[in-house]
């Protein structure tokens, strides 16, 4: 009931304050007090409704916003703030920023998937519950969705006169307010100052928490400049009113005086694991669960709670996330650059034209290979992203002199990269920077012949095979083609390609190349390691055999001992450490390429392989 939330005497003084403003200018009331009361027990539902529970497409049925809601710590000052990337940002628990704020108003900003919207839930939800110690001067929430400004109609409005105002005419509806402006008003203006003068009143007498759900949502730009300026001026107007105002990072960039910025921080590893216990429950499965995250590449995306979201409704729905790390990553990609703003019928326009969904996807995937070869390293400056977008905007019809407006629309349309410090930009997750750069590699006409191309990309290739349309092709061009081109040096180089390569799982078929390219590979770690120590030290140290042992059982056909002797004849073996033969082999005269009616006629044979046993049939 309404008195719950509202005392009585709180609704006779809103009414009777909002009345005597009317009066003072000539108008009246066209409603009663038993008006507003019904209005706001109907908006109070609404209220209660939206914030109850979340649900998405992957998800079996909704769960209850108490049941799965975890504290979330917030930056007191956004990210993009810092001068350095080694800089800390302070962070403190939500309670406390609630505390922190006192009587001022809050802004909470987050890249998409953040949990900025439940998080309001969670507050909403505390004040229906006669929280005492979460915002204590207010007296209940008041709810705006902001997306929902999209579609208003100027015959629904209660003053459609009135219709450039936006927050005002929402407040008029949801209050109830039938107002009779006094005679002879010659402007809108007035009318427009009469009414803000009454909803002032009535707010300040009720002391609402008005929650503003959505900035970033809001599609026309002169709605979206309208909201801001609406803001504004209830900031510096509301003393007992509290506002609080969500919105994507990437689209606010503003200063509000009245205001505390707060910016939501990825989730630690105690708050993973204290998320997936409350959204799996058993306590078995939990641990199922945590240990596959722990063991995938694509943990740092568990960071956002979205993102953790659907992997636990996945994991619900089949008992494990996906054993493919391809299909996370995709999943990923798609649901921040699309698939969350489709479930949430959220349009996003952008300011360039033919700039969609899937030309950002592309923008984003030679962004990150740009990047990833000209820098070598996770977060850029601003002259590093200037100089790989001015190298790529053509592709795309972007204006040249644009980079950071470009990078602000992608990080508030995706999250997946973002403004991190001053003047320092990065790919919001490590993992994901690797497939983008890995889509891009993979649908070039052909892979990269030079070496700088290459060296610096030993994950991302790794990660092209599994996605290839065909890994055992693009694995044996790899290997046969393009690994003799990086330096000797550069043992590191394949050490990191295998293991990969073991955690990706690509699908190899039935192809005796593939096999070759197998043997070709661990001869090539063999002898680059052998360059830095002594057999011995390498029998001892040599950890890639295990891994070259696991990745000969992925390769459905591999090469025979005979077919190894058609190329080459046997000059030494020796027992290496965990007693399985390594054989040195020497080219025979006269055979320099591969033979046989296929596509990779004309391979060069190396002159001197290292075989073990174990990658044999």
């Known amino acids: 009931m309404i008195e719950n939330y509202i005392a009585k005497k709180s609704l006779d003084l809103a009414f009777k304050k909002a009345q005597s403003i009317l009066a003072n200018m000539g108008g009246s009331f066209d409603s009663d007090e038993a008006m507003l009361e019904r209005c706001l027990k109907t908006h109070l539902n609404f209220a209660s409704n939206w914030a109850g529970e979340i649900s998405f497409t992957d998800l079996q049925k909704a769960k209850n916003i108490g049941d799965v809601y975890i504290p979330l710590d917030l930056y007191v000052t956004p990210l993009r703030s810092r001068i350095t990337e080694d800089e800390e940002v302070t962070s403190i628990r939500l309670d406390q920023a609630i505390d922190f704020i006192n009587q001022r108003h809050f802004v909470l900003l987050g890249h998409p998937g953040a949990g900025k919207t439940t998080t309001m839930k969670h507050v909403c939800q505390q004040l229906l519950g006669d929280n005492e110690g979460l915002l204590p001067d207010t007296s209940f929430p008041l709810v705006i969705k902001l997306r929902d400004v999209n579609k208003r109609r100027r015959a629904d409005l209660p003053d459609p006169d009135l219709f450039k105002d936006i927050l005002w005419s929402l407040f008029h509806q949801i209050l109830g307010i039938q107002i009779i402006y006094p005679e002879g008003l010659e402007t809108l203006d007035e009318r427009s100052n009469i009414r803000k003068l009454t909803i002032l009143e009535a707010l300040e007498s009720l002391c609402p928490a008005i929650i503003l759900d959505g900035y970033d949502e809001i599609i026309d730009k002169v709605n979206r400049d309208t909201v801001l300026s609406e803001i504004r001026e209830l900031g510096t107007s509301l003393n007992k009113a509290q506002l609080l105002v969500t919105s994507r990072t990437g689209n606010f960039n503003y200063n509000l005086d009245g205001f505390d910025h707060f910016e939501i921080r990825p989730l630690n590893d105690s708050q993973v694991r204290e998320f997936v216990s409350k959204w799996i429950v058993d306590g078995e499965k939990i641990k199922i669960l945590l240990d596959q995250l722990d063991n995938s590449p694509f943990k740092d995306t568990a960071i956002r709670p979205l993102t953790l979201a659907h992997l636990c409704a996945i994991f619900e729905r089949i008992g494990r996330i996906p ?68 190298r790529i905007c053509g592709n795309y019809a972007l204006p040249r002199n644009q980079a950071r407006t470009v990078a602000r629309e992608l990080e508030s349309h995706t999250g997946l990269f973002i403004e991190s410090g001053y003047h320092l930009f990065e790919f919001s997750h490590k993992s994901i920077q690797e497939y983008l750069t890995a889509e891009y590699v993979v649908r070039l006409p052909e892979i990269p012949l030079r070496v700088g191309n290459i060296r610096k990309i030993p994950n991302e290739l790794a990660i092209a095979v599994s996605i290839s349309s065909s890994p055992s092709d693009y694995i044996c061009t790899l290997v046969l083609n393009r690994f003799k081109l990086i330096p000797e040096k550069q043992s590191e180089f394949i050490q990191t390609f295998v293991n990969r390569l073991l955690v990706e799982k690509p699908d190899f078929n039935q192809s005796t190349l593939v096999g070759w390219a197998l043997v070709i590979l661990y001869s090539m770690h063999f002898i680059r390691s052998l360059n830095n120590l002594s057999q011995l030290e390498l029998f001892a140290s040599d950890t890639m055999a295990r891994e070259f042992d696991v990745l000969s059982k992925m390769i459905k056909a591999r090469i025979r001992k005979s077919e190894v002797y058609r190329f080459y004849e046997k000059i030494q073996e020796q027992e290496a450490l965990d007693g399985v033969i390594v054989q040195t082999l020497e080219k025979k005269n006269g055979f320099e390429h591969f033979d046989g009616s296929n596509r990779f006629d004309g391979i060069h044979l190396p002159d001197i392989l290292k075989i073990r046993d174990t990658l044999l049939e």
């Open 323 to 390: 054993e493919k790390p391809k299909t996370v990553y995709r999943k990923v990609v798609n649901l921040l650059i699309e698939e969350w703003d489709e479930q949430r019928s959220v349009e996003r326009g952008s300011n360039y034209a033919s700039f969609s969904a899937d030309r950002k996807f592309e923008f984003l995937c030679e962004l990150a290979y740009t990047l990833t070869n000209s820098v070598g390293k996770s977060i850029f400056k601003r002259q590093d992203l200037t100089k790989s977008y001015e």
